[in-house]
């Protein structure tokens, strides 16, 4: 019931296309749901998060889209760079208790130019 | 303003030997949270920890592992007699305070375990 499903495990696409990332969850509680980027080397750095009381949530190309009857939520990178190309990892937390978070098992993303 | 700080960056330990790994969270931040990251998988939960407490250490092994967070100093994560099967990149993250509305967890760069 903690799982995070992240799907594609990797995804290839072209420059100035949309990367589309998803991710499900099964325990209800969770109320709080990031996205991280990480390059090779780096620690995970947060890109855009979002809580169940909003559908949609948008930071310059970035989209995140929630669907809590589905248990759903997905990332829509728009007019994808090369500079994009990292590993993307989906989170889910509970703002009750010790707030730690629940990876995915991440994308590799890569961006054609 | 420095962001979280990890050392050593790499650490190589032969097998029995004790790995000891630092993390010295952001500024003003009382929370820290370590994770362990496999090869090609996502971060998963060790331990939680506030100023000279452990919160939650459900996602630590029973044996081995150890965690602190002194009232002065760095975070340490203790792994004692490592095996292979421990070399992994471990994650610091601190976190400012617990209320809703700012649950961000800002990550270290990481220290990469390497067991010979």
């Known amino acids: 019931q903690q799982q995070v499903k992240q799907s594609p495990q990797s995804l290839i696409v072209q420059k100035g296309g949309i990367s589309i990332i998803n991710c499900a969850y099964e325990n209800t509680a969770f109320d709080y749901f990031p996205w991280y980027q990480q390059f090779p080397g780096k620690g995970p750095a947060l890109l855009i998060a979002?809580?169940?009381?909003?559908s949609e949530k948008k930071e310059g190309r970035f989209t995140i889209s929630f669907n809590k009857s589905a248990k759903q939520f997905s990332l829509h990178i728009m007019d994808s760079q090369p500079g994009d190309s990292a590993t993307y990892f989906c989170?889910?937390?509970?703002?009750?208790?010790?707030?730690?978070?629940?990876f995915g098992q991440g994308t590799r993303l890569t961006i054609n130019p | 303003n420095a962001g979280v700080m990890q050392n050593p960056r790499h650490l190589v330990r032969r097998r029995g030997q004790e790995a000891r790994l630092r993390c010295s969270p952001m500024?003003?931040?009382?929370?820290v949270y370590w994770y362990r990251q496999l090869p090609e998988e996502g971060l998963k939960f060790m331990v939680y920890l506030q100023k000279e407490n452990i919160i939650d250490e459900s996602g630590m092994p029973k044996e081995r592992f150890s965690a602190e967070f002194p009232k002065e100093g760095p975070s340490i994560l203790r792994i004692q007699q490592v095996v292979r099967g421990d070399s992994a990149a471990y994650f610091c993250?601190?976190?400012?305070?617990?209320?809703?509305?700012?649950?961000?967890?800002?990550f270290g760069p990481g220290t990469r375990l390497t067991v010979l």
């Open positions: 993250a601190s976190s400012p305070y617990r209320v809703r509305g700012d649950n961000e967890q800002f």
């Open positions: 979002i809580r169940p009381d909003v």
């Open positions: 989170a889910a937390s509970n703002d009750q208790g010790a707030q730690k978070l629940v």
């Open positions: 500024k003003g931040h009382s929370h």
